[in-house]
């Protein structure tokens, strides 16, 4: 059915197919996530293939997910190690800060909450960014931290809006934790993969070299280049990196997509 060209009838495909594809990334991302330790590659894959759906729209999610996952196992996890170490730690200071200060009146513990409060939130805020950014961009993991926390620094009204729906994401399941589970592990975290998949993808693309003849080449071909490149940072020797990075470039670093670096 169409009125004045309109064809609602497309419209409806379209939705009901991205409806589709949230619902296998969403159940993809649980079931993958099970094991525990996994849940970085899962976090990684999750941002990959909504990064690429987006890009492509074609609908082989569960085909992106795997690949994604596969290839970042390892590195994934071990920053999803150092990142849940990290949150814990700071989550324990704030709590023995604020109990300090609530139990005992304790004056030290006033301005102690205000620092760990801080650091909690730049942790938080860093976590945000370093698991797409090991989505599209092969590099160390020190790297692709430092890389996070510029790029959460930069676009901080971005950071304060992914911050601001993870609170929302927190309370629902602070307020019912069944519904909460059982919604998010059917659709939700398919559509907050899709919603902030297509913010990064926003912050990434004034790194992105995509040239006019080059405007329908896979998004795995993109690169993210470098403003003051250094040769002791580059990961793959191999790879082929412009001299000339970006004018609005902040990392120290020339890094190729993960499709085209083999280790």
């Known amino acids: 059915?169409?009125?004045?060209?309109?064809?609602?009838?497309?419209?409806?495909?379209?939705?009901?197919?991205?409806?589709?594809?949230?619902?296998?990334?969403?159940?993809?991302?649980?079931?993958?996530?099970?094991?525990?330790?996994?849940?970085?590659?899962?976090?990684?894959?999750?941002?990959?293939?909504?990064?690429?759906?987006?890009?492509?729209?074609?609908?082989?999610?569960?085909?992106?997910?795997?690949?994604?996952?596969?290839?970042?196992?390892?590195?994934?996890?071990?920053?999803?190690?150092?990142?849940?170490?990290?949150?814990?730690?700071?989550?324990?200071?704030?709590?023995?800060?604020?109990?300090?200060?609530?139990?005992?009146?304790t004056e030290a513990a006033r301005p102690m909450i205000v620092v760990s409060v801080v650091l909690l939130s730049l942790a938080v805020m860093i976590v945000l960014y370093v698991f797409p950014l090991q989505a599209k961009f092969e590099n160390k993991i020190k790297i692709q931290f430092r890389n996070a926390f510029l790029l959460a620094i930069k676009y901080f009204p971005t950071t304060i809006l992914m911050v601001a729906i993870l609170a929302v994401v927190a309370w629902m399941f602070y307020y019912n934790i069944i519904l909460a589970i059982i919604g998010f592990g059917f659709i939700g975290f398919g559509i907050m993969g899709f919603v902030f998949g297509h913010l990064m993808l926003k912050c990434f693309k004034p790194y992105l070299e995509i040239g006019k003849e080059d405007e329908e080449k896979d998004p795995d071909d993109w690169k993210l280049e470098d403003e003051e490149e250094s040769e002791e940072d580059i990961y793959d020797e191999d790879s082929d990196a412009d001299d000339d990075g970006d004018a609005d470039a902040m990392v120290d670093e020339s890094l190729e997509d993960t499709e085209n670096i083999e280790e």
Request: no cysteine; aromatic share 16%.
């Open 1 to 105: 059915m169409s009125v004045d060209g309109f064809n609602y009838d497309n419209i409806l495909i379209k939705m009901l197919n991205r409806l589709g594809d949230v619902l296998i990334l969403s159940l993809t991302f649980v079931l993958f996530s099970l094991p525990i330790v996994t849940i970085g590659a899962s976090i990684t894959a999750l941002y990959y293939t909504a990064m690429k759906s987006l890009t492509l729209e074609d609908g082989y999610i569960f085909k992106f997910f795997v690949k994604s996952f596969k290839e970042n196992l390892k590195q994934s996890t071990i920053i999803w190690l150092i990142s849940l170490g990290v949150l814990t730690i700071l989550g324990v200071d704030v709590w023995f800060w604020v109990n300090q200060w609530k139990r005992f009146g």
